[in-house]
């Protein structure tokens, strides 16, 4: 799960391109929610109620988006996330 309840989180992927970029409050965490996928097959996904409304990929107004197409806004604690996932780069030495 990318966000935690109460997060602000800039949406990051979007079947609907109007939605990137976009800040939004995660509410309510929706395990399994049931959704209509562009295919035409309903798909149980992880997914947020949201504080804002989308425009889903068929144009419908929603206020649900995947968890997956979420980045929270955090404030940092000073640790880059990436270094702390990958380790610090470490310079490489010269063989003579």
């Not at 149980?44 to 929270?72: E, F, M, R």
């Amino acid at each position: 799960m990318n966000c935690k309840q109460g997060d602000l989180a800039i949406v990051v992927k979007a079947l609907n391109p109007k939605n990137l970029g976009k800040i939004v409050r995660c509410i309510r965490f929706l395990p399994s929610h049931v959704l209509l996928d562009p295919d035409g097959v309903l798909r149980a996904h992880d997914c947020w109620g949201l504080d804002t409304v989308l425009l889903a990929w068929d144009n419908d107004p929603t206020k649900v988006i995947l968890d997956s197409y979420l980045k929270p806004l955090r404030d940092s604690d000073g640790e880059d996330e990436m270094l702390r996932i990958v380790g610090k780069p470490v310079k490489k030495t010269e063989r003579v």
